[in-house]
């Protein structure tokens, strides 16, 4: 058995089992009062189950941070207690139940009710305690790199326009370039156009090239692994979002912030794009889907302008798994989990003329990711080695 089942078996599936044990000795053995006998059994999987968390499961998922508030788990175990009883003796009234099978029936029906309403109680303890990480500053050493800044591009076939992004963004970007140090860095996705020859032309700073196209996710990876700058931004090829606007994430994280991500939802944000409402939609219900992996419920997920520390983008990308569109949602989930700070902004959201996105394929593909996520949380592979975290310790 590997060690993630192991944890799992642990820390899910232990506790229920001495919950439901324990619950039907003392009620079918030894005859105790069907109330008294069920309270007992919480009383003591509830302390197991919280030192069993506390013991092996990665504290740093922001979802089993509870583990952190011995006072709120107090008060969650005693209301999901509390209607664990109420449920299995209101359905004793109503049908009655002498066979051990039947008991065990019932436990598990009012077993799901109380896991409802630990998952809400938890969630809202956790949201609080995420936002109010998620958007203090945290001191931190200078963050390392030769460069003030790196903009990595990911492009698909945008031969044609390629060297002009590259030029506005130089334009755009001249103050930093000239107090620092830019580097401009393309990450050609698997093109077929001579996109990688047209940025070496454009003037890019460095081209990295995916034999196959990968996804933006794992372009954006490749561009930060390459990356010198003390600031690392990405931003799209079409540049939806003015390259003037790459500054405004940048300087954020060079006022301490660790990560600055542009928001469509911002109350500052201007748009002028053109859209449409259907992929608005679809934008919306991603952001609606990321809340099974977020809890700081940010505005805007998948808004294509973000900046980081290098060394903050090197250890979160370091970590990330997801290829497409749902990779700015595990980026973020990186954030929550391992306390770095995030600041949104306010963008200029500009017309684009084409994109790579197709709603209802890409929307399913967000969904199986989510789940993907998920999984990975609580299977351990986000895990930053020790070095690593006390590396940004100022």
């Known amino acids: 058995m590997t060690g993630q089942w192991r944890r799992l078996l642990l820390v899910a599936v232990v506790p229920t089992l001495v919950d439901i044990g324990l619950l039907v000795v003392l009620r079918q053995h030894f005859g105790w009062v069907l109330v008294l006998a069920n309270a007992t059994a919480i009383a003591v999987a509830s302390v197991l189950s919280y030192f069993v968390h506390a013991s ?65 109680l938890y969630r809202a303890v956790l949201i609080g305690a995420v936002r109010r990480a998620l958007h203090e500053q945290v001191p931190r050493p200078p963050a390392p790199g030769l460069l003030r800044a790196t903009v990595i591009v990911p492009a698909l076939g945008e031969a044609d326009r390629i060297g002009g992004t590259i030029g506005a963004i130089r334009d755009a970007l001249a103050p930093i370039a000239a107090d620092g140090g830019l580097e401009i860095i393309v990450v050609d996705d698997g093109s077929s156009d001579g996109t990688a020859d047209a940025a070496l ?31 690392v931004a990405f931003t799209d090829a079409d540049l939806a979002y003015s390259p003037d606007q790459l500054g405004n994430v940048l300087r954020a994280v060079e006022a301490g912030w660790d990560v600055a991500v ?20 679809g934008s919306r219900a991603v952001n609606v889907l990321a809340m099974g992996v ?42 929550e989990r391992h306390r770095f700070s995030l600041i949104e902004v306010p963008v200029h959201l500009e017309s684009a003329e084409r994109s790579t996105v197709r709603l209802v394929r890409d929307t399913a593909r967000v969904i199986r990711d989510i789940w993907r996520i998920r999984y990975w949380s609580v299977s351990g592979v986000y895990e930053l080695p020790p070095a690593v975290l006390e590396s940004f310790v100022a």
Do not use: M
């Open 294 to 335: 977020l809890l700081s419920h940010p505005h805007d997920t998948q808004c294509g302008l973000k900046a980081f520390r290098s060394d903050v983008a090197k250890a979160i990308f370091s970590l990330a798994r997801v290829d497409r569109f749902a990779f700015d949602i595990e980026v973020l989930h990186l954030v």
């Open 201 to 231: 032309i454009g003037g890019a700073d460095q081209v990295v090239v995916l034999p196959e196209n990968s996804g933006k996710g794992a372009a954006i990876r490749a561009g930060v692994a390459a990356a010198r700058g003390r600031s």
């Open 262 to 281: 542009g928001s469509r939802r911002h109350p500052d944000t201007v748009a002028t794009d053109g859209a449409g409402w259907l992929r608005g939609v």
């Open 56 to 120: 092996v499961t990665f504290r740093s998922d922001p979802y089993v941070r509870w583990v952190r508030f011995p006072a709120a788990f107090v008060v969650v175990a005693l209301l999901a207690g509390a209607l664990d009883v109420v449920v299995l003796r209101s359905l004793f009234a109503a049908h009655g139940f002498e066979s051990t099978g039947a008991l065990v029936a019932a436990k598990l029906a009012s077993l799901s009710a109380a896991a409802a309403l630990r998952l809400l």
